[in-house]
């Protein structure tokens, strides 16, 4: 089985970063017989403007992904840029695109009605993310819920592609992991860098305190009862727990719990989560960060190289 997944280097990794992504994709690498795991900054270039802040979160979600358990030596990890193949076959696969597929794409709608750039990159996004898949014939693509339509989009496309110009493409299949594709932000919301109500994961405590501290809470007193299954901080909580030490955490928020003491709980076993990942991270510098990625980029054009002789061949172009 192949899968590929990606993550747009726009910011530093957050805890929804590490649960909806990090972590699942790592455990893929032990039952796929081939990985691909992609940097994908000309994604990231629909809303980001500051090109050393680009570099930097590259690098810097490289580490993060190194630092987590990702092994290089079992997975190709690779930038998105240093793979020509892949603007080549989104601009063949625009020409097939029917508008009203684009139209229909819930999270353009839902990004430019929360104030971001309605660029032309932002709208298209699906076809060159369907080109990221198919260029690498995966068969699974791990995401989260609210990625599910861009791989119907993906499966729609490829198909429209393999009836005009014959069987070229596997049509992917999205792999879900429902208990934790979406990970709640401090203000109850989906975490994403986007909503700036993040938690930062292999961050500076002090940054991780005030996160934690402002996580929105409800009305209820110091020592009412508190529901487990609506409270933020315990949901957030929960996923860093023992099934056994989430059930005992769950009882004390219905005895009383109060969201002060909550969140300090939380604080205290976050820092303990991710310590050893922060030690892991500050052994891997930028040159070996660096060696990974360009040892991937010769891996991922290999298999782009061949796939895009297919594709040339098959429309005309060779």
Request: charge should be negative.
């Amino acid at each position: 089985m192949r899968v590929l997944s990606g993550f747009q280097p726009s910011g530093r990794f957050h805890l929804g970063n590490y649960f909806g992504s990090i972590s699942p994709n790592i455990e893929f690498q032990k039952s796929s017989d081939s990985s691909f795991f992609m940097v994908a900054d000309l994604h990231s270039l629909t809303t980001l403007r500051d090109p050393d802040e680009l570099r930097l979160y590259a690098l810097d979600n490289v580490k993060d992904f190194l630092a987590c358990g990702f092994d290089p030596n079992h997975s190709v990890l690779f930038r998105q840029s240093a793979v020509a193949e892949h603007t080549e076959l989104a601009w063949i696969l625009s020409t097939l695109t029917p508008m009203g597929l684009m139209e229909r794409a819930v999270s353009f709608k839902d990004k430019v009605e929360r104030g971001i750039d309605a660029n032309v990159g932002l709208f298209t996004y699906p076809i060159l993310q369907t080109a990221d898949i198919l260029l690498y014939q995966a068969e699974k693509v791990p995401v989260g819920k609210d990625q599910k339509q861009h791989i119907e989009m993906a499966r729609d496309i490829a198909g429209k592609f393999n009836a005009a110009y014959g069987d070229t493409f596997i049509i992917p299949e999205p792999i879900i992991k429902e208990d934790s594709a979406v990970v709640p932000g401090i203000d109850g919301q989906k975490m994403s860098k986007s909503y700036g109500n993040t938690i930062p994961l292999l961050g500076e405590e002090t940054d991780i305190k005030k996160a934690i501290m402002g996580i929105v809470t409800d009305s209820r007193e110091k020592d009412d009862a508190k529901d487990p299954d609506s409270c933020v901080i315990f949901q957030i909580h929960k996923l860093i727990l023992s099934s056994e030490a989430a059930a005992t955490l769950s009882a004390e928020y219905k005895d009383g719990l109060p969201y002060g003491d909550a969140k300090k709980r939380l604080l205290s076993d976050y820092m303990d989560f991710i310590s050893p990942l922060k030690a892991k991270k500050e052994d891997i510098s930028d040159d070996e960060a660096q060696q990974i990625l360009s040892n991937g980029a010769i891996k991922a054009t290999e298999v782009a190289s061949s796939t895009m002789d297919k594709v040339r061949k098959a429309v005309g172009l060779m």
